[in-house]
T-cell receptor
């Protein structure tokens, strides 16, 4: 069964609105979760590392105020795209690691379309 | 920083033919290596991984990969392609210092009848 649940799987929103994406670890407690962005026909780009109980660590070039990450519990991290614009349209994927020498478990992804 | 190179953004094979997807990494120490598959509008599914031990790793759906330290390679193979293998394949390396996963640019596999 699924180890990571991501919701919603797709969302369409108007420019200027905010969208929240949830990532839940179903199988184990996760102190760290990862958020990726994937452009069409491209690879995954790490956006940020979500840390339970503390601030997220953002990759260079990722706007912290644009992509708000909250990791309030050991099983839930949320990514909020604030004041969305069409250029934010993309596929967003979260992942969870059980430990470093095992694979990462990925959510099913969220297709965001901003109109 | 570590990097992953996947040669060939597109690979096309006939059903029943050998599949070979190439992956090279840059690392001064033996890394943890992974191959993932992605179907359209879905997340990533692990095919196989190498951490330690046997260098020939077998995964799901008949795929296997061999870790060759001397060549810094981790190529993915399957003896006989199936139509259902058509998907995007990503090679990834676990960055030693940060534990981050570094992905290659991906290879789209097409399988023709």
């Amino acid at each position: 069964g699924a180890v990571v649940s991501q919701h919603p799987s797709w969302v369409i929103c108007k420019s200027g609105t905010s969208v929240k994406i949830e990532c839940r670890s179903l199988d184990f407690q996760a102190t760290t979760m990862f958020w990726y962005r994937q452009f069409p026909k491209q690879s995954l780009m790490l956006m940020a590392t979500s840390n339970e109980g503390s601030k997220a660590t953002y990759e260079q070039g990722v706007e912290k105020d644009k992509f708000l990450i909250n990791h309030a519990s050991l099983t839930l991290s949320t990514l909020t795209v604030t004041s969305a614009h069409p250029e934010d349209s993309s596929f967003y994927i979260c992942s969870v690691d059980r430990n470093r020498n095992t694979e990462a478990f990925f959510g099913q992804g969220t297709r965001l379309t901003v109109v | 920083a570590q990097s992953v190179t996947q040669l060939g953004s597109h690979v096309s094979v006939s059903e029943g033919a050998l599949v070979l997807l190439r992956c090279n990494y840059s690392s001064s120490v033996p890394p943890y290596l992974f191959w993932y598959v992605q179907y359209p509008n879905q997340g990533l599914q692990l095919l196989l991984k190498y951490t330690t031990g046997a260098t020939l790793v077998k995964g799901i759906n008949g795929f296997e990969a061999e870790f060759k330290k001397s060549e810094t390679s981790f190529h993915l193979t399957k003896p006989s392609a199936h139509m259902s293998d058509a998907a995007e394949y990503f090679c990834a390396v676990r960055e030693i210092n940060t534990d981050k996963l570094i992905f290659g640019t991906g290879t789209r596999l097409q399988v023709f009848p």
